[in-house]
């Protein structure tokens, strides 16, 4: 599905130095990616049929998309609601990997491209080229990783030593905090604050 660890990379050492103070949607978001930390320990890319809508798999297992589903749940928003109605209704304005003849309320909202053309459709999109002071807490960013793979992350309201946001994400071994945004080539840069999270509290 989507990723496992990055081929013949290593994931950069964390450099906690500095708070990047954040408030409202944001700050929302990125704490609650951070309390995935220690909870979601496993990665696991299995197909599972899902309850919906708020359908999860177990919460001690997942991939990257997860991080995000989870982080929005916690503030009553619904990806794989959202994702599903909105491919139930515009299909073709998704990308056509999986050989799909309609939309799949199971495994949608738990894929990266999906992710990515919902928020650009929903949300606002700043390209590939954003400067590290650009990312602010609580916005998704995607990944294509060595091998080729997509991935997915929300950036932390920490920065690193230099001022580089880190990134909450699961690559492989659960849920981490990680100093990683410039460790694979980036694919979009995403913020998506829903009617309803503009003063959310974590």
Request: net charge negative; with cysteine; glycine share 10%.
């Amino acid at each position: 599905m989507d990723i496992l660890r990055p081929a013949g990379g290593s994931v950069c050492a964390l450099l906690l130095a500095g708070w990047m103070p954040a408030a409202g949607a944001q700050a929302c978001l990125a704490d609650s990616a951070r309390e995935q930390v220690g909870v979601t320990v496993l990665y696991d890319p299995a197909y599972v049929r899902l309850a919906y809508p708020g359908g999860d798999v177990p919460i001690e297992r997942g991939v990257c998309t997860d991080v995000l589903v989870r982080a929005y749940r916690r503030h009553g928003i619904d990806l794989q609601q959202r994702v599903h109605e909105d491919m139930r209704a515009h299909f073709s304005a998704y990308p056509p990997l999986w050989g799909l003849q309609r939309p799949d309320r199971n495994i949608d909202h738990r894929r990266v491209p999906n992710l990515a053309r919902y928020f650009a459709r929903h949300g606002e999109s700043f390209g590939t080229g954003s400067a590290d002071a650009d990312f602010e807490p609580g916005d998704l960013v995607t990944w294509r990783l060595d091998s080729g793979v997509p991935h997915i992350g929300i950036v932390s309201d920490r920065r690193n030593a230099e001022g580089r946001p880190l990134i909450v994400h699961n690559i492989g071994a659960g849920t981490r905090e990680e100093d990683v945004l410039r460790e694979w080539t980036i694919t979009g840069h995403y913020r998506y604050r829903p009617a309803g999270m503009e003063d959310c509290e974590p």
